[in-house]
């Protein structure tokens, strides 16, 4: 029989917004998709504004170029596969526990408490936690597991939810205006480069 309990909203201490400014000192190139190839076509075009048409950098780049560069600073484990034999860290649940890394397990750090995913938020998996603290939480398991001398069992991971919203950056109205002098430049410097090419080959 279902129990009832009383489970209110969490109420919202405040928005912390930081706002600045983004130097490109190297080459950056962010891909933007493309319906399809044409012929003298562009195979890996820059993301663009879809209304001025100009290069940004998309919240969600940022973003996870934070996630992966703190990943880092903090030592965190790999403990997740990100495609192509790579690999990142996760929390597989808001709980410490073990996750199951092709046979091996790999420790990580509880949602809850990992300060990487208080912030960024991690998206659950199926991993092995103490089996107190799954019977305390009243969670499903069917498979228990003793790990270093403690009993732990088999739960279907849950999501923590992100703090942390990173807008899109777009360029700034002086260099809107350096990268259309810079095309210009570029496109005067082709048209010379094909009259000095054509003039080399003039029949005489």
């Not at 489970?7 to 930081?18: A, F, T, V, W, Y």
């Not at 912030?119 to 790990?147: H, M, N, P, R």
């Amino acid at each position: 029989m279902a129990q009832v309990i009383d489970k209110p909203q969490r109420n919202l201490l405040g928005k912390i917004i930081i706002k600045s400014d983004i130097v490109v000192k190297t080459g950056l190139h962010i891909g933007g998709g493309a319906e399809n190839l044409d012929i003298g076509g562009l195979d890996k075009p820059v993301i663009r504004d879809p209304i001025t048409l100009q290069p940004y950098l998309p919240g969600s780049s940022i973003k996870g170029k934070l996630r992966s560069l703190l990943e880092r600073m903090l030592n965190k484990p790999l403990n997740r596969s990100g495609g192509s034999g790579t690999y990142r860290y996760e929390s597989d649940d808001v709980e410490t526990g073990y996750s199951d890394v092709q046979g091996n397990l790999v420790l990580f750090q509880g949602a809850k408490t990992c300060e990487l995913s208080r912030v960024f938020g991690s998206t659950g998996k199926d991993c092995w936690i103490e089996k107190t603290v799954a019977d305390s939480q009243q969670l499903d398991y069917k498979q228990t597991k003793t790990i270093e001398g403690t009993e732990y069992v088999k739960i279907k991971g849950r999501n923590y939810s992100a703090r942390l919203i990173v807008r899109d950056a777009h360029l700034k109205a002086d260099s809107a205006q350096l990268s259309h002098l810079l095309i210009l430049k570029k496109f005067i410097e082709f048209i010379v480069a094909v009259f000095l090419y054509l003039y080399r080959f003039k029949p005489n």
